[in-house]
């Protein structure tokens, strides 16, 4: 099983600030299968980025993914208050699908 | 508009078998998408189930499998989950999703039911 790691666990930045976050994967993950969500209090995940880098319909520029292997990273680049929540990754390989345990982002 | 809803017991005991649907509105079942079913713990990150693809092809997570099973209901246009002899650790909120073939980014989600196990 591939396991996913998020960090950091939580994140303190200020609004208009540039957040950095980081999914690390145990084995090597297809760029093509590396997705971001983001969650909300009470909602469920929303689809951010797809296959790396892809941003999902109606999601804004300033939502940006990069990396290959097992580095990949989401990029927000100027942080809005509502970005204030918890960003997931998932990855898909070999009929599994497995999530890494998130990072919390919060208003410093 | 795609929209799916899951449905489900609430409060179960131990011991029990969870059942669940999630009806989809919007689409046919038989699109080509993989139909999952992911959980989260109260205050926690988000496991995958399962997921099953129109034609009954399915795939599960290892840990599970043993008590896991998903199944597509064409003629109703959902899927549903049962698992098997549910404890407190089954406790969570239960999305259904819709995977998209390849990466399966789940692009649609429920908006999850909560089921809880206590004696």
């Known amino acids: 099983e591939v396991v996913l790691t998020q960090s950091p666990g939580t994140l303190s930045l200020s609004p208009g600030e540039r957040a950095t976050l980081s999914c690390r994967s145990s084995?090597?993950?297809?760029?093509?299968?590396l997705t971001w969500y983001q969650q909300k209090p009470g909602q469920p995940p929303r689809l951010l980025i797809y296959?790396?880098?892809s941003r999902a319909t109606g999601i804004p520029d300033r939502f940006s993914g990069s990396g290959s292997g097992t580095e990949f990273t989401l990029t927000i680049s100027r942080l809005e208050p509502e970005d204030f929540v918890v960003y997931y990754c998932q990855q898909y390989g070999n009929s599994f699908i497995s999530f890494g345990q998130g990072t919390r982002l919060e208003i410093k | 508009q795609v929209q799916l809803q899951e449905s489900g017991p609430g409060l179960m005991k131990p011991s029990e078998t969870l059942s669940l649907t999630c009806v989809v509105s919007?689409?046919?079942?038989?699109?080509?998408?993989?139909w999952s079913w992911v959980r989260q713990p109260p205050g926690k990150g988000l496991e995958w189930i399962g997921e099953?693809?129109?034609?009954?092809?399915?795939n599960y997570k290892p840990s599970l499998r043993s008590r896991v099973t998903i199944s597509v209901d064409k003629s109703k246009n959902q899927f549903s989950l049962k698992l098997t002899s549910v404890t407190a650790a089954d406790t969570a909120v239960y999305y259904c999703?819709?995977?998209?073939?390849?990466?399966?980014?789940?692009?649609?989600w429920g908006q999850g039911t909560m089921v809880t196990v206590s004696s």
């Open positions: 099953s693809y129109f034609f009954g092809s399915t």
């Open positions: 999703a819709r995977g998209i073939r390849g990466g399966r980014p789940f692009d649609v």
């Open positions: 919007g689409d046919s079942i038989s699109s080509p998408y993989w």
């Open positions: 296959g790396t880098s």
């Open positions: 084995q090597s993950v297809s760029s093509s299968y």
